[in-house]
C-alpha cells in the first residue's frame, strides 16, 4: 500500500494574517520505500507528518492511503483508517511510566479492540526484532533513550501498519543509536513493506533513505533519490 499526498496546503492564522505551513506539496511513498523529509526548523514537517496522519486537516489537497482518499472520511472513519493502517513514531516515546515494554505494545492491542492475551507471543517477537531479546519486562525508566525509542517503533508496528510516519526519531540519541535506529527503520520498511516517511533534521544516516526530500517554508524539493 501506498501514501500518496497531492497539492497538500496548509495554513495556520497568524494574528490577522494567515501562515502558510505547508505550500502545495506532493509526495508519493511506495510499500517497501522509506522518505527522508529533511529541513530547518519551522519549514512545516511536523504540519505535513500531522495531515500525513489524518490528524489534521489540509486546507486543501489529497491524503491517499492505501488507494482510500481520506478527504471523504468522517472523523471516526479517518480514526478507523488510522488504527488499522497507520503507525506514529513521535519524537519523545510517549511510553507509559508503569508499563512494562510488551505491556507497552499489549496496551496498544487492548485499544484496537484485539484479544490481548493471543498477542503476548507476537509482541515479545516484535521486541526481539527491534533488537530488545531479554529486556521486555522492563519499564521505561529501566531503559535507555535509544531503547524507549525502539519500544516506541515496536508498538508503531504492531498493528501491522502499511504506512508509518516517524518524526524525528533520532533527536535524543547520539550518533551510533541515532545510525541504528535509522538502520533498523529502513530495515523494517523492507522486511514489512511499509511506506516510512522520517522527518529529521538530523542530515546524518539519510543513506538509508530510497529518497530525500527537504522543505523550506512549506515547500518540498527532491535532494537525492536512490530508487
Ligand atoms: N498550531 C499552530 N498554530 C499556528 N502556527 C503553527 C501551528 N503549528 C505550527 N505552526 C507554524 O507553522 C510553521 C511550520 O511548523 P512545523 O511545526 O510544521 O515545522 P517543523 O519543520 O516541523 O519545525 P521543527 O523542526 O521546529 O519541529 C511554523 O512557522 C510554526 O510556527
Given at each position: 500500500m501506498s501514501l500518496v499526498l497531492t497539492d497538500l496546503r496548509v495554513t495556520y492564522p497568524d494574528g490577522d494574517r494567515v501562515l502558510t505551513?505547508?505550500?502545495?506539496v506532493t509526495l508519493q511513498v511506495d510499500a517497501g520505500q522509506l522518505v527522508a523529509v529533511v529541513g530547518p526548523s519551522g519549514s512545516g514537517k511536523s504540519s505535513l507528518l500531522a495531515v500525513a496522519a489524518t490528524l489534521l486537516r489540509p486546507d486543501s489537497g489529497r491524503v491517499v492511503i492505501g488507494g482510500v482518499d481520506t478527504g471523504g472520511l468522517s472523523a471516526a472513519g479517518r480514526a478507523r483508517l488510522r488504527l488499522a493502517e497507520v503507525g506514529i513514531v513521535f519524537q519523545?516515546?510517549?511510553?507509559?511510566?508503569?508499563?512494562t515494554a510488551v505491556e507497552q505494545i499489549l496496551a496498544a492491542h487492548h485499544m484496537r479492540g484485539r484479544s490481548v492475551r493471543q498477542q503476548r507471543r507476537a509482541a515479545a517477537e516484535l521486541l526481539a526484532a527491534v533488537g530488545l531479546d531479554g529486556k521486555q519486562h522492563r519499564r521505561p525508566h529501566q531503559l535507555s533513550g535509544g531503547e524507549r525509542q525502539r519500544v516506541n517503533i515496536a508498538r508503531a508496528l504492531s498493528g501491522r501498519p502499511s504506512v508509518l510516519l516517524v518524526d524525528e526519531p533520532t533527536a535524543a540519541l547520539d550518533h551510533d543509536r541515532g545510525r541504528q535506529i535509522v538502520e533498523l527503520l529502513a530495515e523494517i520498511t523492507r522486511q514489512h513493506q511499509v511506506a516510512t516517511v522520517m522527518v529529521t533534521h538530523?542530515?546524518?544516516?539519510?543513506?538509508?533513505?530510497d529518497e530525500v526530500v527537504e522543505m523550506r517554508d512549506g515547500r518540498l524539493s527532491a535532494l537525492s533519490s536512490h530508487r
Open positions: 505551513a505547508v505550500d502545495e519523545q516515546p510517549n511510553l507509559l511510566a508503569s508499563l538530523d542530515t546524518e544516516h539519510l543513506e538509508h533513505a
